[in-house]
């Protein structure tokens, strides 16, 4: 004859009493309390192993937390589970893992993984604007959603009012940088594929601008206004560096001297300055150094050779000279940028070495191979055509006014 449980009541539960060692209370079909010796009482699940067909307990939770009636529920539904040969132990923990990665792997934090890998391959500049870009357009509305459940129409839903506003050449980066993410989440294995795949084709593309910029005629006109411009010494010698020198204006506005060797006549920015992430060396004129002469006695004390005017502990902005441009009157014909291409067209123009501009210009190679192997950046050979270049812009100015040699620069400031 089979042996009967007697079902269990609340109340004696309720009145189990602890003893020195730890003994059950059965409920029957498995389900069962343990008393603990410091008075604690646990449920749990005596059962046959679906797979492994050994005996086991599953810890179903505590009581009282964990009533006599439900935890008569959860044993039924861990028993519906084992009779479907799924184990209710490991059920559980995959179902806690499944939950974990839901509220871990957002996209915030998924991003933050992302951004982190990122940054080590791109200005700090760069890096500062892509960030900003996300905390102002996307994680407002997306920041705790998983990425797991993330698709293309929720996305394009957010980014169509951003199109609304005229702003395309921001929708087109931030749907690049979403894809990045996304792509970075399917590496991971946190999704299986990344949804927003193709999202640009539900945007209007952005009209490509050229870089506005000077024809080499005109650099009289640039040289004659800088001289006579009503702005700081520090925004005129910056101005005047990043003509001479042909870098980008985070990267001369970001000048510091420790990078600066003026006995070698040598100014080398460091990869992590520079857009592609190569050091960047560039030969110093007599021009150049007349230039930083001038600074001298304004930040040779200090880490920045161009150093903020609000903040002398920081460099100026790379908008600097955007903002100093606009107020010459050269408002949508040069941008800092066209700077560097006024240079190239002029140096070029001249029949200079088409290798020996891309140098100047630190740019790299568009043929990977070749890019690969060819690693000189031809500092020798760039020094003649650098002193040419700083010759012209000087031989631009006009009688006194001429603001490339430092003690016409210092009159005229």
């Given at each position: 004859m089979a042996k009967t449980t007697t079902r269990l009541s609340d109340k004696e539960i309720k009145a189990a009493k602890p003893k020195e060692k730890e003994y059950m209370l059965s409920d029957g079909d498995g389900l069962r309390v343990r008393v603990k010796p410091n008075g604690s009482k646990l449920w749990l699940l005596n059962y046959t192993h679906p797979i492994k067909r050994k005996r086991t307990n599953f810890g179903l939770g505590k009581y009282p937390e964990l009533s006599l009636a439900n935890a008569r529920k959860v044993a039924l539904d861990a028993k519906a589970l084992i009779a479907q040969g799924i184990d209710p132990q490991e059920n559980k923990k995959q179902q806690q893992q499944e939950l974990q990665a839901t509220h871990q792997h957002t996209?915030?934090?998924?991003?933050?993984?992302?951004?982190?890998?990122?940054?080590?391959?791109?200005?700090?500049?760069?890096?500062?604007d892509i960030w900003r870009s996300l905390e102002l357009h996307i994680f407002p509305n997306l920041a705790n959603t998983p990425v797991k459940v993330i698709t293309a129409p929720m996305v394009i839903k957010l980014l169509k009012p951003i199109e609304a506003r005229g702003s395309l050449e921001t929708v087109k980066r931030l749907a690049q940088r979403l894809n990045e993410i996304m792509d970075f989440a399917t590496n991971c294995g946190l999704v299986t594929a990344n949804p927003l795949t193709g999202i640009k084709a539900a945007f209007k593309k952005p009209k490509k601008e050229n870089m506005a910029t000077l024809q080499p005629s005109e650099l009289p006109e640039l040289i004659n206004a800088i001289a006579n411009a009503s702005i700081k010494r520090i925004t005129r010698c910056l101005i005047e560096w990043q003509l001479h020198t042909m870098t980008r204006p985070s990267e001369a506005a970001g000048a510091r001297w420790e990078e600066i060797d003026l006995e070698a006549k040598v100014w080398t920015i460091p990869p992590a300055r520079m857009k592609k992430r190569r050091e960047h060396r560039i030969p110093l004129t007599e021009q150049a150094i007349a230039l930083l002469e001038i600074m001298k006695p304004i930040s040779g004390h200090r880490e920045f050779v161009f150093p903020s005017d609000r903040d002398p502990l920081k460099s100026c902005n790379n908008q600097t000279v955007n903002m100093a441009l606009k107020r010459m009157g050269f408002e949508g014909r040069l941008v800092s940028h066209g700077l560097r291409s006024l240079a190239s067209t002029t140096l070029n123009e001249q029949a200079f070495e088409a290798d020996l501009v891309e140098a100047a210009l630190a740019h790299v190679d568009s043929n990977q191979v070749r890019s690969t192997y060819n690693r000189t950046d031809y500092l020798e050979r760039r020094i003649p055509m650098m002193d040419w270049w700083s010759g012209h812009i000087e031989k631009s100015a006009q009688g006194s006014l001429s603001v490339t040699s430092a003690l016409a620069l210092q009159a005229a400031i």
């Open positions: 996209l915030f934090n998924v991003s933050q993984d992302w951004f982190a890998i990122k940054q080590d391959d791109i200005t700090a500049n760069h890096a500062t």
